[in-house]
């Protein structure tokens, strides 16, 4: 068990931002997702620190599909980062927090006239182009809307980094962004370049998610600076804006080796510096967006026990008040989680454990097979690193109620997502007609 920021263990008690685990779950109920504010502050602030050039200027873009809602917005705004959203409905969390929309990537392999034209209307920073039709689409509505429009083109770079299937991105059959081996970028980037109503800025990329291996994003880096040179000589153009991507692996249990970021991201510089001055390059810009890596590990979900069983075969559970509708990451990515009786720490008689949650799948696991102390209902069961990719990846299957979300620090806590209700469960539901 691997405990983060303001996490600790008060007389076999779990406490996060000074607050017991127990308290928590009286006041605000289970299951609960809580965010230790202080944890999130230091990983931004290291990446600050870590990820700064003399010789151009740099941006963090935070990945808002991590973890999304107003506050978080406004927290991040707050901490001076960049917000990168991907949909009509992050668009929209966002404008309604007041983040200020010059600070906005608009991302999206298919995004929706629609969503195109709230990006133009918001007067959102960057627009981050993924196709040569979305070039068509949005150089058409930028006319009709009588706005230029900055835009990127997110390119894939052909980097095979090592993670899961599914959240890998840059392959060659990769559905996002268009290569950069296919001759024909070439065409499309010149066309950006002489388009009326839009403002070439530069490109995009992002290898996938979750990886571990440095390299890959070190060759990331290399092989955009190459191919931004290539673009400058054949076109006689300045590309001013790279943006790298997130993608930085984390600690999820004892197998993940995390990236150490602040070691990673002065590496990052030091080889974008070096390769801009062999290619006798500038740039005024590198943006790094990442997700995961800022807001995963500061993430608990406090769980209560209901029961446990012991199957005729000799297996045994631990069923908790949630699940897969809070948590789906195991169930889809075969995913691995930490997790302790948080009110009974410092207990040690244990035993092996699979702890499954309440939906109606039997692959609704949280945790395989680990050991945990003997539970007893009630205990309090808590998950680690759950802060990205599970408040924003939940599910009302079931027809559960999604969890409130809380941050905590200092002694203080903030509720940033209330409970659902049984209304907001039906709000959209209409009455059948004979
Ligand atoms: C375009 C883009 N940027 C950023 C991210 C954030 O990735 P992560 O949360 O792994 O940092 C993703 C997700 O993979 C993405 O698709
Ligand atoms: N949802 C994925 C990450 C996807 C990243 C976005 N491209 C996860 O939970 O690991």
């Not at 298919?110 to 070039?135: P, Q, W």
């Not at 060759?219 to 930085?248: H, P, R, S, T």
């Not at 890596?293 to 297996?315: E, M, P, Q, R």
Request: charged share 25%.
């Amino acid at each position: 068990m691997k405990l983060f920021g303001s996490m600790e263990n008060i007389n076999g008690v779990l406490h996060i931002g000074g607050l017991s685990v127990n308290s928590l779950v009286n006041t605000y109920g289970s299951p609960l997702y809580v965010i230790d504010r202080e944890h999130v502050e230091n990983i931004i602030e290291l990446m600050k620190n870590s990820f700064k050039s003399k010789k151009f200027s740099t941006e963090i873009a935070y990945a808002s599909k991590a973890f999304i809602n107003k506050a978080m917005c406004q927290f991040v705004n707050a901490k001076g980062l960049s917000l990168d959203v991907v949909s009509d409905g992050e668009l929209y969390t966002a404008k309604l927090a007041n983040f200020p929309s010059e600070k906005i990537y608009m991302h999206g392999n298919n995004k929706t006239d629609e969503e195109l034209r709230m990006a133009i209307e918001y007067n959102v920073g960057t627009i981050v182009v993924d196709s040569k039709e979305e070039f068509f689409k949005l150089s058409k509505l930028a006319e009709i809307s009588n706005k230029t429009v900055n835009v990127i083109l997110r390119v894939n770079p052909g980097i095979d980094a090592h993670t899961h299937e599914y959240i890998q991105t840059s392959k060659f059959d990769s559905k996002f962004g268009e290569s950069i081996f296919d001759d024909s970028v070439i065409t499309l980037i010149k066309n950006m370049i002489n388009h009326d109503y839009i403002n070439f800025l530069g490109f995009h990329c992002h290898i996938g998610s979750q990886i571990f291996d440095e390299k890959p994003f070190y060759a990331e880096a290399e092989v955009m600076l190459d191919f931004i040179k290539k673009v400058e000589k054949l076109l006689n153009y300045k590309i001013k804006v790279l943006n790298l991507g997130g993608g930085f692996g984390i600690y999820y249990s004892s197998e993940d080796d995390p990236i150490d970021l602040d070691i990673f991201l002065k590496k990052i510089i030091e080889i974008l510096e070096n390769k801009l001055e062999e290619k006798n390059l500038n740039i005024e810009k590198v943006a790094i967006e990442p997700g995961r890596s800022i807001i995963a590990n500061s993430g608990v979900t406090l769980y209560k026990v209901g029961s446990t069983k012991t199957t005729y075969s000799g297996k045994k559970y631990i069923f908790v008040d949630g699940g897969m509708t809070d948590n789906i990451r195991p169930a889809l990515y075969q995913a691995e989680y930490e997790g302790v009786i948080a009110n009974r720490l410092n207990d040690t008689t244990c035993d092996t454990y699979t702890v499954a949650g309440k939906c109606c799948e039997s692959g609704d696991i949280l945790i395989k097979n680990k050991n945990f102390v003997i539970p007893n209902n009630n205990d309090i069961l808590a998950v680690f690193s759950t802060g990205a990719y599970n408040y924003s990846m939940a599910s009302n299957y079931n027809r559960l109620k999604k969890p409130a979300v809380i941050m905590v620090k200092d002694k203080k806590v903030n509720l940033i997502v209330k409970r659902e209700t049984y209304e907001d469960l039906i709000r959209n539901d209409l009455d059948f007609e004979e």
